[in-house]
C-alpha cells in the first residue's frame, strides 16, 4: 500500500536534515562519500601510528587463535549461529568464516579518529558510538561448498548506513575486495520502483512461508542494475592501511575469492535509527 516507499522517502529527507545539522563535507573524499556513496582513503593514518596499531591487532589475533584454532568450513547453507568466545565471536557466511575480535586500546580508539567521526556523520548525520568496532579477520570459503550470500549484491538497509573498513594488510583482487556500485545510495524515481517492487515481492514470499537467507537486505540482479542507470559493479582491492567507508543502502557485495585466502580489517557497524530527526 505504498508504505515502503513513504518510508525511503522519510528517513532520506530526515537523514538530509540531520546532516545539514552536522557536517558539510569540506575535502575530495568527504564530497565523495557523499557523491558516491562510498570513498576508499590510502595512507589513512601515519605510518608509525599504523605500524603500532597493526602490532596489537596481530597480536589480538594471533590469541584468540592460540585459545580458538579457526574452525573448518561448515556443512549447513546460510548465515551461521555466533559462536561466542571471552575473545569474540565466529560466524559463517555459508563457507566463508568471519572472526569478529574484540580491539586492543589502540584498536578501540579508531572510531575517536576525528577524520573518521566526519565520515560517519557524513552518511547518516550522526556520531558513530565507537563501542561498535572490532577487528574483523575474514577467511574465504569455497563456493563449492558452500554459497557465500553476502557474495550476492545487495543493500543492507531501507535508510542510509554506515559501515566500514580500515585494512590492516592488502587487499588483493583474489582476496575478495569490496565490491560497491558507485552512485547507488540515491534514492532515485527508478530505485524507489525497484524498492517497490522488491518489498512486495517479500511481503507475497512471506505470506508463502518462505523467508529467505538475508532478511530486508534486499538483493538485486546484475541485470538490474543497468536498468535503474547505475554504473558496473566496481571492486577496490587496496593496499594496508586503507580506510573504506560506504553507505550501505547503496549496492555492495564481498568480492570472488580464492578460498582460504584472508583480509585482515578494523570494522564497524554505524545504523542511527532512521526517524530520528536530531543530529549529533
Ligand atoms: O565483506 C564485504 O566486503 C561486504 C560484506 C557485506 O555485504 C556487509 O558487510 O554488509
Ligand atoms: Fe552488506
Known sequence: MGLHRKRLKTAQAVCGFRRAQTVRPRDEHERHLLDHGYVAIPDFLAA???????????????????????????????????????WGFDRFDGSTLNRFV?????????????????LARIVTGKAMRPGRNWIYL???????????????LHRDTFFNAMKYWFFLDSVREEEGPFVYVPDSHKLTP???????????????????????????????????????????????????????????FGFHRRGDA???????ALYGNHRPQPFLPFGS
Open 48 to 86: 608509525d601510528e599504523f605500524d603500532a596499531m597493526k602490532r596489537e591487532v596481530v597480536r589480538s589475533v594471533e590469541a584468540s587463535e592460540a585459545r580458538t584454532p579457526l574452525p573448518p568450513e561448515p556443512e549447513v547453507w546460510g548465515f551461521g549461529d555466533s559462536q561466542r568466545h571471552d
Open 102 to 118: 574484540k580491539p586492543g586500546p589502540l584498536a578501540a580508539g579508531f572510531p575517536r579518529n576525528p577524520r573518521f567521526k566526519r
Open 138 to 152: 575474514t577467511v574465504n570459503g569455497d563456493e563449492a561448498t558452500i554459497h557465500d550470500i553476502q557474495r550476492e
Open 190 to 248: 527508478e530505485r524507489l520502483a525497484w524498492e517497490e517492487a522488491k518489498a512486495d515481492a517479500a511481503v507475497a514470499a512471506r505470506i508463502a512461508g518462505n523467508r529467505g537467507g538475508m532478511t530486508g537486505s534486499f538483493r538485486i540482479a546484475d541485470a538490474d542494475i543497468a536498468d535503474l542507470g547505475l554504473p558496473p559493479p566496481q571492486s577496490y582491492p587496496v593496499a594496508q592501511n586503507t580506510l573504506i567507508v560506504a553507505n550501505v
Open 258 to 264: 580464492e578460498p582460504g585466502t584472508r583480509r585482515l
